[in-house]
């Protein structure tokens, strides 16, 4: 039976772009995570040891560097879009190109009244993220949200679940819901204003999130990408991955202490992980 090459790929991993715009009435900084990866015609490399047909990863991790001073970064999927373009052009035997940016957030310290005109602090809200993928026609754009954090106090619960002899968990109707939201959603084909779509999703999930009350975390996902596709027409379709952060209501009854939902033990390990797409459909 003979031996082949049945895959093959190579690319340049966690780059690190950090920008910096120096106005006279304050700077700005933009932090970014680039990941290139490339397919195509690589077998003589693999196989034969023939590097003629490949782009070096130290080219590709100069070309992000190059391409982010020559064309002014607004908004992170156009930026995907011109390097996927790139490297299909530059790469002789590409043929198709992937490109993952994470935007990590900075905000200006606050001082006195106003912000400082150059220190900054770690923003929240979780970090902006693109995926392109080219072959030579339209890319394929993909944005989300990574590492938001959110929790709410009261307002869920989880009851009525099947139960077996092996479950021990009581049922509650006021529990304490808390999440790190992963979103991936794909846009309709058509002009799209990236940077206010992000925003505009960004908000409408938190908005949603907070607005219910949850009877699962189940419950919580469609409800948040329901919002998003009703808010949001130029979002096609709506991903998460929402890992259950337990906070458990701690016993303090051994101690003759009463526990009425304020002392709760956070765990990380293990979790319940909930994951769904709500996508729109032709009527």
């Known amino acids: 039976m003979p031996i082949v090459l049945s895959q093959s790929g190579y690319g340049k991993s966690e780059v690190r772009l950090v920008m910096v715009s120096r106005r006279p009435d304050g700077h700005d900084l933009r932090d970014f995570t680039v990941d290139v990866g490339l397919k195509g015609e690589f077998d003589a490399a693999y196989v034969e040891g023939d590097n003629t047909g490949l782009l070096a990863t130290d080219t590709m991790r100069n070309t992000v560097y190059a391409l982010a001073k020559e064309h002014p970064i607004d908004d992170i999927e156009s930026f995907g879009r011109r390097l996927v373009e790139h490297f299909l052009a530059a790469g002789p035997s590409v043929t198709r190109a992937r490109v993952h940016i994470v935007e990590h957030p900075w905000a200006r310290l606050e001082v006195g009244e106003g912000h400082h005109e150059h220190a900054f602090q770690r923003g929240n809200g979780g970090n902006r993220v693109a995926t392109v993928v080219g072959d030579g ?133 293990p979790y319940g992980l909930i994951e769904g797409t709500v996508e729109r459909r032709p009527s």
């Not at 009703?230 to 009463?258: M, Q, T, W």
């Open 137 to 269: 026609g339209e890319p394929e754009i993909e944005a989300g949200i990574d590492d938001l954090l959110v929790l709410k106090t009261t307002g869920s619960g989880w009851e009525g679940f099947l139960r077996d002899r092996y479950t021990t968990l009581p049922e509650t109707s006021d529990r304490i819901l808390a999440t790190i939201i992963t979103a991936r959603w794909s846009y309709r084909r058509g002009d799209v204003d990236y940077r206010d779509a992000w925003r505009g999703v960004h908000q409408t999930i938190l908005e949603a999130f907070g607005d219910h009350y949850s009877p699962s975390v189940q419950f919580t996902l469609h409800h948040m990408g329901k919002a998003v596709l009703d808010a949001r027409p130029e979002v096609e379709r709506i991903s998460f991955s929402l890992p259950n952060k337990h906070h458990l209501l701690y016993d303090l009854a051994r101690f003759g202490l009463d526990n009425e939902n304020e002392i709760f033990h956070a765990t990380n390990e």
